[in-house]
């Protein structure tokens, strides 16, 4: 479960229960404490409306025979996207609070994700489109019922339509997409795999077909937003979907690669026994770091992108004022560099900043460039070679690793792995050289 999640332990139900008093005939008490029956739909769906009605002050209606979504695992999913937002904010250089508009392919009954999205930030629109009429109608009333109208937009999908079709009809630049696909092929699909749970579901399943079965299932649903991707590539900066199956969540990362999509990124959405799965894509030049776009899971190794973050041990016994001093002064060292500090209170005393690169100054080759006055780009730049996050962290030994002060890169934007990986390696070089001066006349 995401770290920021507050459900990482399970909600006190007779608390819940009281602030919403419609939820008090499900609670059953026993020597264990309070618990909810998940197979009885209406209890179901009462605790669903009982959390966004407390934690933030949602008045949704769930009818009868649509999804009845989880809170925490769909909140799992907005959080992330939040840890995505704020690296694209910080490659940009814009505010964290600029305006960021999502789109929601297939948002249900419960519109739930627009909901929590713009519920919790208010700095999110979106855009959510819905196929099933009886869905389109009740996700609408619940958009109207919390005064967001203004902020999320509900739009009819066209069953021969593209799944992504309000990026072809419009000229806005799209943060993010975000998608739960029906995640079944066939009926028949469906109930084969409530007979292969040999204890029978956790909990009563509430969904319509239209919701939960599409011709191939979701490796077939979110590879039509792949193939749709390639034609709108800078119409969204990045595109996602959830996924169910570890099958699927493998097909899609193999159809990225067949088109040379290599800038990609997945993560897992967990609560309790269930797992799901994020697939990210971009064609910008934005990229993500290694804590929310790799898993570290080793037999799917195969199938994750390549790091975008570099961890460099600092020799022992360096202390974190040594380690900033030095970093500094080698950042300030090279030509042209830009530099803006992440923390808030804007403090010196641990280093965390962004590293703007217009164009390779400390490269051998490039110094010789230079020299030899052969430089030969003439006009003005508008976009950095390569932005990165570079920070020191101090950290104890664990996993046998090398304890005390790293030197931390993120690649945050940039089309050349090359650079990055010039860049992390000639600034931790000469920040070890430095160190080991001060510490060697010490």
Known sequence: MHPRNPYRNPPDFVALAEAYPPLKPHITLTRNGASIDFKNEVAQRLLTEAILSRDFELTVTLPPGRLCPPVPNRLNYILWLEDVMEVV????????NRSIRGLDVGTGASAIYP?????THANWSFTATELDEVSLRCARTNVEANGLHDRIAVIPAQPDGPVLAPLFDSDTVYDFTMCNPPFYGSREEVLQSAEAKELGPNAVCTGADVE????????AFVGRMVEESMQLRGKCRWFTSMLGKMSSLTDIVQSLRARKVDNYAISELVQGQTRRWVIAWSFSDLRLPDPISRLFHTSIQNIMPVRNTMHQPLPRKTSMAQATAATRAVLTSIDGLGMRSVRADGSSEILDVVSIVMKNTWSRAARRKKRDAMDEDGGSVSDPQLVCRL????????GGRH???YLVFDWLRGKDRSVFESFASHV???VVATLSEVQGVR
């Open 428 to 430: 931790e070089r000469k």
């Open 115 to 119: 909901l929590l999205g713009c519920r």
């Open 89 to 96: 904010s910080l490659a940009l250089g814009e505010p964290p």
């Open 403 to 405: 304890e005390g002060m």
């Open 212 to 219: 939960m079965i599409t011709p191939g299932g979701e490796a």
């Open 391 to 398: 920070r020191v962290e101090e950290r104890p030994q664990e």
